[in-house]
């Protein structure tokens, strides 16, 4: 069944350190993975993508997230931490092949304290 | 260009009453969503319309109903709410051509409480 993980409900960074925030998936077929971002009362916003080619994509507000095949992983990363990074970030994966629909990770709460 | 609006922001109902959620985006995207979340669930796809004239069921159907108006407008139907359709709702649109898949764009929400 597909899937995607977010193994981490809350990540807590220090503002000027690099941070991550962990996807991992299952899906059949190829995998279109995407990062969102969501501030509070916010809708969701969109960061980055990944659809094929290059396995480091970049994205909005300096963030890159590297796709990792054989573990299964779509990482979103950022090497140097804001505090107005603080949001809810959610991982989503494209079900199948002809099938548009994007499965959901829960989300992960990044904190980045002063 | 206002992307995605939603209205209304905010809604209180009583149980059994009904409402509806409008949806609109002015970005010509063929594909629309209706979208619940909850907390630690992520987001849950209720309904969707791949394109103007169509509608299918998503992951939680059952409740609603929808209506694509037109290619901008996309609206969720709860015909009798229930306190478990408290939530926070939101629509989304994407572009759709044949073999390639777009990134999906959100409107601000709606925060329903059924009480």
């Known amino acids: 069944a597909q899937s995607v993980a977010q193994p981490e409900d809350q990540v807590n960074v220090a503002e000027g350190n690099p941070l991550t925030v962990k996807c991992t998936y299952s899906?059949?077929?190829?995998?279109?993975l995407f990062w969102y971002v969501q501030y509070p009362n916010r809708g969701l916003q969109f960061l980055l993508k990944?659809?094929?080619?290059d396995n480091l994509v970049k994205g909005s507000y300096g963030f890159e997230a590297e796709f990792n095949k054989s573990q299964t992983s779509f990482h979103l990363k950022k090497p140097s931490a804001l505090v107005s990074d603080s949001a809810l970030y959610f991982c989503?994966?494209?079900?199948?092949?002809?099938?548009?629909?994007?499965?959901w990770g829960a989300g992960t709460k990044l904190i980045i304290k002063p | 260009n206002a992307g995605v609006t939603q209205t209304p922001k905010f809604q209180v109902l009583k149980t059994g009453q009904s409402m509806t959620l409008q949806c609109a985006q002015d970005?010509?995207?063929?594909?629309m969503y209706w979208y619940r979340q909850d907390p630690g669930m992520g987001l849950r796809l209720i309904y969707y319309s791949a394109s103007e004239g169509t509608t299918d069921k998503g992951e939680v159907p059952n409740g609603y109903n929808v209506s694509r108006l037109n290619k901008r407008e996309f609206s969720l139907r709860l015909e009798s709410a229930a306190p478990s359709q408290t939530s926070v709702y939101f629509c989304?649109?994407?572009?759709?051509?044949?073999?390639?898949?777009?990134?999906?764009?959100f409107g601000p929400g709606t925060r329903l409480t059924v009480t």
């Open positions: 990944y659809i094929t080619g």
């Open positions: 970005m010509n995207h063929n594909s």
């Open positions: 899906v059949s077929g190829n995998p279109y």
């Open positions: 989503a994966v494209r079900e199948g092949d002809s099938n548009y629909q994007l499965i």
């Open positions: 989304a649109s994407s572009h759709r051509t044949s073999g390639r898949f777009y990134e999906q764009y």
